[in-house]
């Protein structure tokens, strides 16, 4: 059965600090890879959708990395802001497991 | 990508009492999905809703209990049946809007359900 791993499980950091969430999963037989941001008492937003073929994606100031062999991902968040507080959280499509998120809070 | 909205948004309720979600997406969508989130914790997939033919449910998950229809490519509905304060949580419906398996999941804003 797959797992999904997300460390840290909180993380609180200045305003403008370079920060990076890991998520990890121990089948690597999976579709792709997805990273969402959770606000509170709300949805989820997609992020970044990395397919199992390629080995990062990038939108404005967030960068995602794949790495299968290892079982590995990297959610890489530059020049961190207030409005970047959320839970972020971590998904493998194959059979559609979650990870239990890191909890981030930027510090104005 | 796509838009996906639900109602009701929230809802108390009572235990024995059965609650139904409606999830509508802008756009003809082949896979639709529910989920669960329960307090504190991250998103358990309940059952993908099929057009035309009955949800498959994961594992733990069973009809009777979470009835789900499927009438056309853009509306689902999720049934919480018989509830008790163990089905308080938030479900979710989400889409994949190219049909593929790979591709990007959205997911409407949640529904809130207490369970008094």
Redesign the interface.
């Known amino acids: 059965k797959q797992e999904v791993t997300q460390i840290p499980a909180a993380l609180s950091v200045p305003e403008g600090e370079n920060l990076v969430l890991n998520c990890s999963f121990t089948d690597s037989a999976i579709y792709n890879l997805q990273w969402f941001r959770q606000d509170p008492g709300k949805g989820l937003t997609s992020l970044l959708l990395i397919q199992s073929s390629q080995r990062e994606q990038t939108s404005g100031r967030l960068n995602a990395s794949l790495d299968k062999s290892s079982g590995r991902s990297t959610l890489y968040i530059a020049a961190s802001q207030p409005g970047d507080s959320a839970t972020y959280l971590c998904a493998v499509f194959n059979q559609f497991y979650f990870g239990t998120g890191t909890s981030l809070t930027v510090i104005p | ?1 796509a838009v ?1 909205s ?1 109602k009701p948004s929230r809802d108390i309720c009572q235990r024995g009492t059965s609650l139904t979600i409606q999830c509508q997406v802008d756009s003809q969508v082949t896979m639709m ?1 529910w989920y669960r989130q329960q307090p504190g ?5 309940i059952a993908t809703a099929n057009q035309g033919s009955e949800a498959t449910y994961e594992s733990g998950f069973v009809i009777d209990k979470f009835p789900i229809s499927r009438p056309n490519l853009t509306f689902s509905t999720l049934t919480v049946s018989n509830m008790s304060p163990e089905d308080s949580s938030i479900y ?1 419906c ?1 889409a994949t809007p190219s049909g593929r ?10 529904t ?1 359900l207490l369970v008094l």
């Open positions: 990508s996906i639900q999905f914790q991250s998103l358990t997939l979710l989400s398996s790979s591709g990007a999941q959205y997911f409407g804003p949640g809130r």
